[in-house]
């Protein structure tokens, strides 16, 4: 409750947490909220402006624009929780091992082969890895969690170096506890802060990198909204209807923006170095 506390009291986090809150209310609910079927063609309404009937417009293909980002919503919150998933499912436990018996395994082989992922632009290693893959949601999820995983591996790794020469742990040790013990029953749960800090941040990335696979077509495949292919279908259209790119891109800002300002709220509460 003392945390929960200092987290209401930083203004800024709980403007990030209303933001998410407002994305998984509008996933869970969007049969209830979107006028329309999404995928709803209506060619004798092809490129309508914003009325009352059609809050953010119709695209060229007359289908309503409100609609498409309302169901984008669940693509965007599957892709930040999935490829975050994903991510520290490989992540957390090489770090955590390869922290705690260190060795050759640790520096020459998972630490190099960390140092080379990150040598290369995450969006650039992302589309690597789904090119390779193939197009698909899926896939898109697949090669953003492989993207993100050494970012987990190096902070679990450098959380499990700090704690693993504790006096608790050593005590562990002396009385016969076993290493799988050690490592998930103390030091895993000393070790979550950071971690969950990373995940929240990471999500924000996840979204952005699931809107520029779909932009690209490596991602979430037409007629599913997806706010990335929902700005590739629009991006000719800027001059005659800027709306239909416009709705889109601020939900995408607005939903990154709300991950960034609840990742740095939990950062203050939860990182003593960041209170201080």
Do not use: C
Request: no cysteine; hydrophobic share 55%.
């Amino acid at each position: 409750m003392k945390t929960v506390g200092k987290f209401l009291r930083n203004g800024l986090g709980v403007i990030g947490a209303v933001i998410i809150l407002g994305l998984i209310l509008v996933a869970i609910f969007a049969p209830l909220i979107a006028p329309f079927d999404p995928n709803a063609q209506d060619y004798n309404k092809i490129l309508m402006p914003p009325d009352g009937e059609h809050f953010f417009g119709t695209d060229d293909l007359g289908r309503d624009i409100f609609s498409r980002v309302v169901y984008g919503a669940r693509i965007s919150i599957q892709a930040a929780l999935i490829s975050v998933g994903i991510a520290m499912l490989i992540g957390v436990p090489i770090g955590l091992l390869s922290g705690y018996y260190r060795g050759f395994w640790d520096e020459w082989i998972v630490m190099r082969s960390v140092d080379a992922m990150q040598a290369f632009p995450f969006l650039i290693l992302a589309l690597a890895i789904s090119a390779v893959l193939g197009s698909g949601f899926g896939n898109a999820m697949l090669a953003i969690g492989i993207g993100f995983a050494p970012a987990f591996i190096r902070i679990t790794r450098g959380q499990v170096l700090s704690l693993r020469n504790m006096e608790y742990i050593q005590a562990a040790r002396s009385v016969g506890v076993k290493d799988a013990r050690i490592i998930f029953r103390h030091i895993l749960p000393n070790a979550m802060n950071p971690i969950v800090i990373q995940a929240t941040l990471a999500m924000a990335s996840g979204i952005i990198a699931e809107a520029s696979l779909s932009y690209l077509g490596l991602g979430v495949q037409p007629p599913t909204p997806s706010w990335g292919s929902m700005l590739n279908q629009a991006q000719t259209l800027m001059s005659v209807a800027p709306y239909a790119t416009f709705y889109p891109g601020i939900a995408i800002f607005l939903v990154v923006l709300g991950f960034n300002l609840l990742g740095d709220g939990l950062q203050q509460v939860l990182d003593p170095r960041a209170r201080k």
